[in-house]
């Protein structure tokens, strides 16, 4: 069974310039979340969907946005990058409705550097 | 944000020995607690979880411990080997959430 695929896995911007990252889900998972991990912040969480219902989301502006698709995969967008917006962008999914069973499966991230 | 992650405290050990490492949580109302490990340019990986109704919890040469007094999380692990360098994260969240909360971090070093 594939893992949870997230693409790009690098990616340089500059600053003004908008993102997308893409995440696949593991087959038959329906909850997808996104995390943003710094040096300074650590893990922070920033969206997570089921169904393709947005159903929380973290301290984080407007600037950053995300949608899931029929299919359960993913994407996230951050528009006007900022030099702070540099960060290991990581998605998880999960089988379930919530998290009671444990696992939240992470992908190995995107790396965005903003210059 | 929600998790601050400055410097992340580093516990070195000797390859072999015991390795205990801690985590303070957040919210009284969380329930449902998991320890992951991270590994240099991975994700984060589950290791093992526990739910507020529990006290102790054990795995595969891992165990976890909960102090919901003080709201504390151990991690202990047996025997350590090289393999278990990494980066450690607690993370919190209510039984059927669908966030976590993660805690800074520990660097894990074992010494061959």
């Known amino acids: 069974k594939a893992g949870v695929t997230q693409t790009p896995r690098y990616l340089i911007k500059t600053r003004g310039q908008q993102v997308t990252l893409s995440c696949s889900p593991i087959?038959?998972?329906?909850?997808v979340s996104w995390y943003q991990q710094t040096p300074g912040q650590g893990l922070q969480f920033l969206f997570e969907?089921?169904?393709?219902?947005?159903?929380n989301k973290g301290n984080f502006p407007g600037r950053f946005s995300g949608r899931q698709f029929s299919n359960s995969r993913s994407e996230m967008n951050v528009s006007t990058l900022e030099l702070g917006d540099s960060a290991l962008y990581l998605c998880?999914?999960?089988?379930?409705?919530?998290?009671?069973?444990?696992?939240?499966?992470f992908g190995e991230g995107s790396r965005l550097t903003v210059l | 944000g929600e998790s601050v992650g400055l410097h992340l405290p580093t516990l070195s050990v000797q390859e072999g020995d015991n390795s205990i490492i801690n985590c303070a949580y957040s919210?009284?109302?969380?329930?449902?607690f998991i320890w992951y490990k991270q590994e240099s340019g991975k994700g984060p990986q589950f290791i093992i979880d526990i739910r507020s109704n529990m006290d102790k919890r054990q795995g595969q040469r891992v165990t976890v411990l909960l102090n919901k007094t003080v709201k504390h999380l151990s991690l202990q692990i047996a025997a350590t080997q090289p393999g278990d360098s990494a980066v450690y994260f607690c993370?919190?969240?209510?039984?059927?959430?669908?966030?976590?909360?993660f805690g800074a971090g520990t660097i894990l070093r074992v010494k061959s």
């Open positions: 969907y089921f169904s393709e219902t947005q159903r």
């Open positions: 998880a999914s999960s089988p379930g409705q919530g998290l009671d069973t444990g696992e939240l499966f």
């Open positions: 993370a919190e969240t209510v039984v059927g959430g669908n966030k976590l909360v």
């Open positions: 919210n009284s109302a969380s329930d449902y």
């Open positions: 087959s038959g998972h329906r909850s």
